[in-house]
């Protein structure tokens, strides 16, 4: 069973930035299609980036100009940068393949203050 481990939360105020990262224990993660998702207290669970093995990538029309997905494929790791953060992006972040393959990680709690 592949473990997927976020980190790099935290509190920001609006207009701040961070970057999450997700490390996966995949022997094909470097062909593996990554996402970032998110879940906000209340809602569902949505689908925030993707990026393939090859690195293209794609956003949610929420995040796009804003957030960069990116990956390491020698650590298996997938990355997330988060730029000029907004109240509204307070959420609890996931990563997982995309379509999603694996059980959940605990994921990483990002606050965004007004």
């Known amino acids: 069973q592949v473990q997927l481990v976020e980190s790099g939360g935290g509190f920001v105020q609006s207009g701040g930035s961070l970057r999450l990262s997700c490390a996966a224990s995949d022997s094909i993660f470097n062909i593996r299609v990554m996402g970032w998702y998110r879940q906000a207290p209340g809602n569902k669970r949505d689908l925030v980036a993707t990026?393939?093995?090859?690195?293209?990538?794609n956003y949610a029309d929420s995040v796009q100009g804003r957030f960069t997905i990116s990956r390491d494929n020698a650590k298996k790791t997938v990355y997330l940068q988060r730029n000029s953060l907004k109240p509204e992006d307070t959420a609890g972040y996931y990563c997982?393949?995309?379509?999603?393959?694996?059980?959940w990680g605990q994921g990483t709690q990002v606050t965004v203050s007004s």
């Open positions: 997982n393949s995309h379509p999603e393959a694996w059980s």
């Open positions: 990026i393939t093995g090859g690195g293209s990538t």
